[in-house]
């Protein structure tokens, strides 16, 4: 079993930046390609960003790139989303998953990603006030 836990999501105005972390159990010999996502209220959750499990590889939703940036620490056992330039629209509660099948392009072309997940922290909420 994996534990994800997400941190650093709170209230910042837009232009600001923000770092997400994503803490997780994953033992440093199992190597789970890992995924950002994000769920706005009323709406479905969508792929954010995506890296290798090397951290070699890394994806982007068109609609962050350039602003945010994943990457991972895996001595701590950490992933990471620094996210700047924020817009009011980046207001969602922010997801980091495990996939220990797919890799991290599949995590951003898929369709399907959100539910093939093998794992899923709780979230961590990103509010951005105009």
């Known amino acids: 079993q994996v534990q994800l836990v997400e941190s650093g999501g709170g209230l910042v105005q837009a232009g600001g930046s923000l770092r997400l972390s994503c803490a997780n159990s994953?033992?440093?010999?199992?190597?789970?390609?890992m995924g950002w996502f994000r769920q706005a209220p009323g709406k479905a959750r969508e792929f954010v960003a995506a890296?290798?499990?090397?951290?070699?590889?890394?994806y982007y939703a068109d609609s962050v790139k350039g602003r945010f940036t994943i990457s991972r620490d895996n001595s701590e056992s950490t992933v990471y989303l620094q996210i700047n330039s924020l817009k009011p629209e980046d207001t969602a509660v922010y997801y980091c998953?495990?996939?220990?099948?797919?890799?991290?392009?599949?995590?951003?072309?898929?369709?399907?990603?959100?539910?093939?997940?093998?794992?899923w922290g709780a979230g961590t909420l990103v509010t951005v006030s105009s």
């Open positions: 998953g495990a996939s220990s099948s797919m890799s991290a392009l599949s995590i951003s072309v898929r369709s399907d990603s959100v539910g093939a997940m093998d794992y």
């Open positions: 994953v033992r440093t010999s199992s190597r789970y390609d």
């Open positions: 890296i290798s499990w090397s951290g070699s590889n890394t």
